[in-house]
């Protein structure tokens, strides 16, 4: 315990970000952020964040509720905008391309950086709908033919296809709470996104439900970024190559899984990881 003798301050005392914020190449960024941070109104709820994110990497955010994983998450698709009087600044870039700069268009950004809610959302349609709809909207098939297709494939890689392929015409609020969020990641899985971020994704489910989702995003990461919001540390440890600890809004730390939960470099990391603060 090399910090148990460090009182828990109000204070972050560091300047910069321990760890590993930065990945080695710069073609292995997904996205990279510099000096971020965003406002409500007068607020700041999020104080110079700069790191990046890897290709395929699951890297999940955590840390005390109020210090900002999700307002961070926003930042990377814009879905802070849809917030009145919140303000983003600084650089974010996915593929090393600004997705601040004037003229980026927010609709294909969404549907390159997807979102998975902590809460199942699905739409008021049948499960095909459900899953159907982001591909028509965004003209991704020209038949029906390719669409059955593309609905049956996004169900089958969120392990729901052989619960509900009898039954596709059901409303998807008919289904479970686990099954409506696996769903929700069928739809999300859909268009066809480079990067997905889950906002607690398991926090609605039951353990076996929450173990479904687990081993979900450890398939998904084979072909995706996954950037999670999770309150369970032992989701974070049992999900995610990297691991970020917020606190107060700021990045404290960052680093590989295993050693933010055995070697952490902050004390306070320390003093959240063995929920000493909470
Ligand atoms: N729409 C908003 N308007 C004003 N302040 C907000 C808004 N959303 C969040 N905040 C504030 O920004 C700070 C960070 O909130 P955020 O929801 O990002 O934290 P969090 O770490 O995700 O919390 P939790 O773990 O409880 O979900 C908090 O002080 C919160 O009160």
Redo the contacts with the bound molecule.
């Keep these: 315990m090399p910090f148990a003798d460090t009182p828990i301050g109000t204070q972050t005392d560091v300047t910069e970000t321990i760890g590993t914020p930065f990945l080695p190449n710069s073609q292995d960024s997904k996205f990279e952020l510099r000096d971020v941070n ?1 406002y ?2 007068e ?1 700041r ?2 104080f110079d964040v700069s790191m990046d994110i890897g290709k395929n990497e699951v890297i999940a ?1 955590i ?12 930042c990377l698709n814009r879905m802070n905008d849809t ?4 303000r983003v600044t600084g650089a974010i870039s996915l593929d090393s391309d600004d997705i601040n700069r004037p003229g980026v268009d927010v609709v294909p950004l969404r549907a390159r950086v997807g979102m998975v809610f ?1 809460k199942p959302n699905p739409f008021p349609k049948s499960i095909y709908d459900n899953v159907a709809y982001g591909a028509r909207i965004h003209g991704l098939t020209r038949n029906r033919y390719e669409l059955d297709e593309i609905v049956e494939t996004s169900l089958k890689r969120a392990g729901l296809w052989s619960e509900v392929k009898d039954r596709l015409e059901s409303p998807g609020t008919t289904l479970s709470g686990g099954q409506q969020q696996r769903l929700c990641i069928a739809r999300t899985i859909a268009i066809e996104p480079e990067v997905i971020l889950m ?2 994704p398991c926090s609605a489910l039951d353990p076996i439900a929450t173990a479904r989702i687990e081993e979900l995003i450890a398939e998904l990461s084979e072909n995706y970024t996954i950037v999670i ?1 999770t ?1 369970s540390m032992q989701q974070a440890a049992r999900v995610s190559h990297r691991t970020a600890y ?1 606190h107060m ?1 700021r990045l404290l730390e960052v680093n590989e899984t295993g050693k933010v939960f055995t070697t952490p470099g902050h004390h306070l990391t320390e003093a959240y990881i063995t929920g000493r603060i909470g």
Excluded at 63 to 74: E, I, M, Q
Aim: net charge neutral.
């Design positions: 965003v409500y109104g607020k709820a999020i955010m840390g005390p509720s109020g210090c900002g994983k999700s307002t961070f998450l926003r917030i009145d009087g919140c902590q906002d607690e919001v309150h917020f809004g």
